[in-house]
C-alpha cells in the first residue's frame, strides 16, 4: 500500500516561496494522480492542488491558483507543490494524497502531513 511521505515544510515569510515535496516510496508516482490538501488551524480541509496521472491535467483551488505550482518529477519518483506569493492564509498542515483513479475521484492514500508556518 503507497503511505506518501512529505518534506519541505517549515517558515515562510510572507510573499515568500517553499516548496513541498512527496515521495511515494516502493511505487511510482507515475501510476496515480496526486493531490495536495491544505488545513488551516480550527478550518476544514481542503484541496489546493491536483495533478493527473499522466502529469498532463492540474487543477487549482482559486485560493492558490497563479501563485502555487504542482508538479511531477517521475525519474525522481517525486511530487512538488512550489508555493509563491505566500500569504498568512497559507500557514496550516499540508498533505499529500494519492488516488489509482484520478483528480474527480476519491484519494485513498494520505501522508502525515507537514507543518507550513507564514511568520515574518
Known amino acids: 500500500q503507497l503511505h506518501p511521505v512529505e518534506s519541505g515544510g517549515g517558515l515562510v515569510q510572507p510573499g515568500g516561496s517553499l516548496q513541498l515535496g512527496c515521495a511515494a516510496p516502493d511505487h511510482k508516482v507515475a501510476w496515480y494522480a496526486f493531490g495536495w490538501y491544505h488545513q488551516a488551524p480550527g478550518k476544514e480541509r481542503e484541496r489546493v492542488a491536483c495533478i493527473s496521472m499522466n502529469g498532463a491535467r492540474t487543477d487549482y483551488a482559486d485560493s492558490v491558483k497563479g501563485r502555487f505550482t504542482i508538479t511531477k518529477d517521475n525519474p525522481n519518483n517525486m511530487v512538488y507543490l512550489q508555493m509563491t506569493s505566500v500569504q498568512p492564509d497559507d500557514a496550516g498542515t499540508y498533505y499529500c494524497?494519492?488516488?489509482?483513479?484520478?483528480?474527480?475521484?476519491?484519494?485513498?492514500?494520505w501522508g502525515k502531513g507537514i507543518l507550513v508556518t507564514v511568520s515574518p
Open positions: 494524497a494519492a488516488s489509482n483513479v484520478g483528480c474527480e475521484y476519491k484519494f485513498d492514500f
